[in-house]
């Protein structure tokens, strides 16, 4: 479990540029909840961390609105 | 028509403004709120919390009750009104149990309402009040319906204004009153990352909280993805917020402050003074209190508490406060442990109270305009405020003056050692310290109603009254 919420949090760590905290409306803290939700965040996260990928290599946009389904 | 005042910290959130006069506390809410009022009224849990005290009471009142002024009726879908917290306290005035307490409510509320499709939408400790030493959350609007697949969206703020303000007071010993006293919004994230050094990260909470949530947060400050929406459609659901939820409730109630250093902590186990002194002041202390006929009662410098239990005997609500955070969280304790009522424990430094601050410096007010005094307790008190806290004589007196109608206070002697000690190493500039100046200066705002010389030839203690005032 631990290692595996390592690799989710390095994952989220490496996958985005820095930014500036003042603009910061919780996206961090949000994510964070990912990281931490035991059990109960291992589908989450698996789908979370295939998404970023599917995004890396352009095989997906990034969602842009509230709305938009994946 | 009674005359009611818009309460000026309400105003950050958009579905409500809270309305007030006299003993009546009125709330204005949007169609939206009121549509969740009664999604809230309808779970089980509200009627649980309600009972237990954990909920104001609440009451949605017909068009025909609400007692404002027409223009302020059409601004607002409906009224509900609450029942009124004797002395509205601040995070900042709390000791380390009080904000820890808030906190497991905070959390209680959030659990709960998930389970029954609700949520908080927010995680403040201004949201919890203090009544008979047990929180009370107030704030009805926080409650909405949880959105599908939303994260728990208090968790930032809950760390903010509870758990890093709790971790810093049990991990390294740092007082987090002046900095929630400084900082509206609590401890921010970035903040805490350099609070907490390298080492503390292997204290519990810490790295995940602080290090891990500083670093996401650099990282997607300014993402331009929807990560709330990225996450709805990763399958974020309820039971993850509940797996943070009682992971962090876990996470406080292991945190725990000793409080080492404490000058006051157990002043009372070696008073300087004899028993029998003790005694006679004691019984002239609650003798004065029954006699004022006081109801509302600060006592400054309250230390173990000792005349707040006494004073709490014939007034309803006795604050007591004083500056040292460890004697405040002792008397706290016991006053939870005992089921004492009537009584609000406050830190809080006399020689500098808690100030009008925020939004046009008016969101937070000092204590006297929450809730004024009819009866002051300086007891043992006043060489430390014109001595240690060089506050001229005549300038402490006229401002309890400004406070109070009546006064209990205590002079101590230059030859008592308590103020020798004091004096030991300070050149004594304190020219206004005498008990002749003491009384002159009483004289000039009140009249001496009572007095009592302690056998030790050392202490005085007088009561005073404004001429005009009950007596």
Request: glycine residues 8%; contains cysteine; proline residues 4%.
């Amino acid at each position: 479990m631990i290692i595996f919420r390592f690799l989710v949090a390095a994952s989220l760590l490496l996958a985005a540029g820095p930014a500036f905290a003042y603009l910061d409306p919780g996206t961090g803290s949000m994510l964070l909840q990912v990281i931490l939700g035991g059990i109960a965040a291992v589908g989450v996260a698996l789908k979370l961390f295939w998404y970023k990928i599917r995004i890396a290599i352009g095989l997906k946009k990034p969602a842009a609105t509230e709305d938009e389904t994946v | 028509m009674q005359a009611f005042e818009v309460e000026a910290g309400s105003f950050r959130d958009r579905d409500g403004r809270i309305y007030t006069s006299g003993d009546r506390i009125i709330r204005g809410v949007s169609a939206r709120a009121l549509e969740e009022f009664g999604k809230l009224q309808a779970t089980r849990f509200y009627g649980q919390f309600l009972e237990s005290g954990r909920l104001v009471q609440s009451r949605l009142l017909a068009a025909e009750e609400v007692p404002l002024s027409a223009d302020i009726q059409e601004q607002w879908a409906g009224f509900i009104e609450h029942s009124r917290i004797p002395v509205v306290s601040y995070p900042y005035e709390w000791t380390f149990g009080m904000l820890r307490d808030a906190a497991i409510l905070q959390l209680d509320l959030v659990e709960a309402a998930i389970l029954e499709g609700l949520t908080l939408k927010d995680a403040t400790p201004y949201n919890v009040q203090f009544v008979d030493g047990r929180p009370v959350f107030i704030d009805i609007p926080s409650f909405e319906t949880l959105p599908a697949g939303a994260p728990w969206s208090g968790y930032r703020q809950f760390c903010e204004m509870f758990l890093f303000p709790l971790m810093l007071q049990a991990y390294k010993g740092i007082h987090f009153q002046p900095l929630l006293r400084s900082s509206i919004d609590g401890i921010a994230i970035q903040t805490a990352e350099k609070l907490f050094g390298f080492r503390d990260r292997f204290r519990k909470g810490v790295f995940p909280h602080v290090w891990l949530q500083g670093k996401l947060t650099n990282r997607y400050g300014a993402s331009s993805q929807n990560v709330r929406s990225e996450l709805k459609s990763a399958g974020f659901n309820k039971e993850l917020i509940l797996a943070n939820v009682r992971k962090m409730r876990k996470l406080v109630l292991k945190l725990n402050w000793r409080g080492d250093g404490s000058e006051w902590g157990s002043y009372e186990e070696f008073h300087n003074y004899s028993e029998s002194d003790h005694l006679l002041k004691e019984s002239f202390v609650g003798e004065c209190v029954a006699a004022s006929g006081a109801q509302r009662v600060w006592d400054i410098g309250c230390n173990t508490g000792q005349f707040s239990k006494i004073s709490s005997a014939n007034a309803a609500s006795v604050v007591a406060m004083d500056l040292d955070h460890f004697a405040v969280e002792r008397l706290y304790r016991e006053i939870r442990a005992e089921g004492i009522k009537g009584i609000l424990t406050l830190v809080q430094n006399v020689a500098d109270p808690s100030p009008n601050w925020g939004w046009r410096n008016s969101e937070r007010t000092e204590l006297r305009v929450r809730a004024r005094p009819d009866l002051v307790l300086g007891l043992a008190l006043i060489h430390h405020v014109v001595i240690s806290a060089n506050i001229p004589l005549e300038e402490f007196i006229s401002w309890l003056a400004e406070t109070s109608d009546q006064l209990i206070i205590e002079y101590v002697s230059r030859s008592d050692d308590k103020v020798e000690a004091l004096l030991r190493n300070k050149e004594d500039k304190y020219t206004d310290y005498s008990r002749q100046n003491l009384e002159n200066s009483l004289q000039r705002h009140f009249r001496i109603e009572r007095q009592l010389s302690l056998e030790s030839g050392n202490r005085f203690l007088y009561w005073c009254c404004k001429p005009g005032s009950v007596v």
